[in-house]
């Protein structure tokens, strides 16, 4: 369903690991380990967004004890998890922060993209541009 092509939309995309294959909707890091300057600093930056959603998943899952043994309908799944967002955007809007809450990042910009590939060109461009 995220591979649609109007899944989401252009300028937006999943943060994967390697096991996933690159696609418009979907960024994963630059392959191999002798990598250009470039290339290593967006897989860097790539890595630590992921930590930044595995921690958030990690948030919702400890707040919401029920999230660790579901054993349902997928629909139902959906809407439960769906729920438990919703509910832990709210606490955390209320004050209560978990430990490992990090505020969101700023200064995200959108890049226009035609390909998988030149979206992960666009974007490292931009991470070089930002750092100069």
């Excluded at 392959?31 to 930044?52: A, F, G």
Aim: net charge neutral; proline share 6%.
């Amino acid at each position: 369903m995220i591979l649609a092509d109007n899944a989401i939309p252009p300028q937006f995309h999943s943060v994967a690991d390697a096991a996933y294959g690159l696609h418009t909707n979907i960024m994963i890091p630059y392959p191999n380990k002798d990598l250009p300057d470039d290339q290593e600093r967006y897989n860097n930056i790539h890595s630590s967004t992921r930590m930044v959603i595995e921690r958030a998943f990690g948030d919702i899952k400890n707040r919401w004890l029920r999230l660790q043994t579901m054993r349902c309908e997928l629909s139902f799944a959906t809407r439960m998890i769906a729920a438990c967002c919703v509910l832990h955007n709210i606490c955390i809007d209320s004050g209560d922060i978990t430990p490992t809450h990090i505020p969101p990042m700023s200064g995200c910009h959108v890049l226009s993209v035609r390909t998988a590939i030149t979206k992960r060109q666009d974007i490292l461009r931009h991470l070089t541009q930002t750092n100069e």
